[in-house]
């Protein structure tokens, strides 16, 4: 199939939480803004349109499956504004304690 190294492969890029999608006066929870690292324009946004998202958190106690780490889903909607910055929505929405963490950016599915 492939060169097998030591090394695992990576398959995701870091994002910052910078918020949610708001006018002057309403605010859209719905819609959370990532700032994708290493993207520093809207024509590097296309690459990420419709990547998914994790948003890892642990919890105290073990879930269904053993594991303390949960995982919320999303999926990288559009670009917002010209620096960079994408609109995303989640499975479920992001809680505000989450604004300033971070998430992984998968870089599935592939569009190339």
């Known amino acids: 199939?492939?060169?097998?190294?030591g090394q695992p492969v990576r398959l995701y890029v870091n994002g910052a939480i910078l918020g949610y999608k708001r006018g002057l006066r309403n605010q859209y929870n719905h819609t959370s803004l990532i700032k994708i690292k290493g993207v520093d324009s809207k024509e590097d946004t296309s690459f990420y349109l419709g990547k998914r998202i994790a948003y890892v958190t642990k919890a105290s106690t073990a879930g269904k499956n053993g594991s303390?780490?949960?995982?919320?889903?999303g999926r990288v909607c559009r670009a917002h504004g010209s620096n960079g910055v994408?609109?995303?929505?989640?499975?479920r929405d992001l809680p505000p304690q989450s604004i300033g963490g971070r998430v992984r950016v998968m870089l599935y599915p592939s569009s190339v």
């Open 86 to 91: 994408v609109r995303c929505k989640f499975a």
């Open 1 to 5: 199939m492939g060169k097998s190294s």
């Open 68 to 73: 303390k780490f949960r995982v919320n889903w």
